[in-house]
T-cell receptor, first 117, second 110 residues
Framework: GAVVSQHPSRVICKSGTSVKIECRSL??????MFWYRQFPKQSLMLMAT?????????EQGVEKDKFLINHASLTLSTLTVTSAHPEDSSFYIC?????????????FGPGTRLTVT | QQPVQSPQAVILREGEDAVINCSSS?????VHWYRQKHGEAPVFLMI?????EQKGHDKISASFNEKKQQSSLYLTASQLSYSGTYFC???????????FGKGTMLLVSP
């Protein structure tokens, strides 16, 4: 149980284009999903918290107009990197917290490696 | 504020034990432990809630000292599959966001 998928797993795009990453909880409902960014050999940095049916909450320093988050249902959140640039190249990972009381844990998707050329 | 993990790296032979520590300067609600292998997503190991508890499964266990705001992850009789980077994530309130430490790289050799 508690499986989270991400699509695509890898994407290469040209500078200036937009890329959409999907995060799905496959066997549970998630009222809250999180988007992280991870650079090589570094820790996970939270970008934003996504709640179903409401606007995402962005961490300080994260441009909300550049990283668009939509949490359309209890099993799907999407991250769109708009007008991507080489410095946006990174490993993007989502996580989902199961809905319901006493569910504090987060389950991570397999990640999406974005390379902007 | 980012929790501090120690040590930064550990090299073990199969069958040896290891302890990874995670400490915070803030009062914590919970500590989460994850293991990440290269190029993969973090895998949830366990969560410890305030109240000073211990948890474990198989040969991996953890403790949470609420007074010291510290958690330790214990790996006993390590196996090759234990290799990876271990992250602790801390929460200052329930159902809030996690702040991850910088990670502890564990390498288990035959």
């Amino acid at each position: 149980g508690a499986v989270v998928s991400q699509h695509p797993s890898r994407v290469i795009c040209k500078s200036g284009t937009s890329v959409k990453i999907e995060c799905r909880s496959l066997d549970f409902q998630a009222t809250t999903m999180f988007w992280y960014r991870q650079f090589p050999k570094q820790s996970l940095m939270l970008m934003a918290t996504s709640n179903e049916g409401s606007k995402a909450t962005y961490e300080q320093g994260v441009e909300k107009d550049k990283f668009l988050i939509n949490h359309a249902s209890l099993t799907l959140s999407t991250l769109t990197v708009t007008s991507a640039h080489p410095e946006d190249s990174s490993f993007y990972i989502c996580s989902a917290r199961p809905a319901g009381q006493h569910s504090y844990e987060q389950y991570f998707g397999p990640g999406t490696r974005l390379t902007v050329t | 504020q980012q929790p501090v993990q120690s040590p930064q790296a550990v090299i073990l032979r199969e069958g040896e034990d290891a302890v990874i520590n995670c400490s915070s300067s803030k009062a914590l609600y919970s500590v989460h432990w994850y293991r990440q292998k290269h190029g993969e997503a973090p895998v949830f190991l366990m969560i410890l809630l305030k109240g000073g508890e211990q948890k474990g499964h198989d040969k991996i266990s953890a403790s949470f000292n609420e007074k010291k705001q510290q958690s330790s992850l214990y790996l006993t009789a390590s196996q090759l599959s234990y290799s990876g980077t271990y992250f602790c994530g801390t929460e200052i309130a329930g159902y809030s966001t996690l702040t991850f430490g910088k990670g502890t790289m564990l390498l288990v050799s035959p």
